[in-house]
């Protein structure tokens, strides 16, 4: 049996017996979104050769973690969470 455990607004955690637990739909949407842009990769080569992430690929990805924590204050969350309309393009 699973159970929901809502943190204030700040997402939920869907919590499974021993422990386990799945990210909030919401931060699974917004990594999704991330993982598209290539960021993992940008991040890497900034680690590895000291080059900067281009700053679009770097704003982007602060607008989408800026649309996740909006998107979990809404109460209740809008069903169609994952239209573009809620995201940056």
Do not use: C
């Amino acid at each position: 049996m699973t159970s929901e455990k809502n943190d204030g607004g700040m997402g939920r955690i869907i919590a499974f017996p021993g422990g386990r637990s799945l990210p909030a739909p919401v931060d699974a949407e917004a990594a999704r979104r991330v993982a598209a842009l290539g960021y993992e990769r940008w991040a890497a080569r900034a680690r590895l050769t000291g080059a900067p992430i281009p700053p679009e690929i770097r704003h982007l990805k602060m607008q989408i973690d800026f649309a996740a924590t909006m998107l979990k204050q809404l109460s209740p969350l809008p069903e169609d969470f994952r239209s573009d309309g809620f995201w940056p393009a």
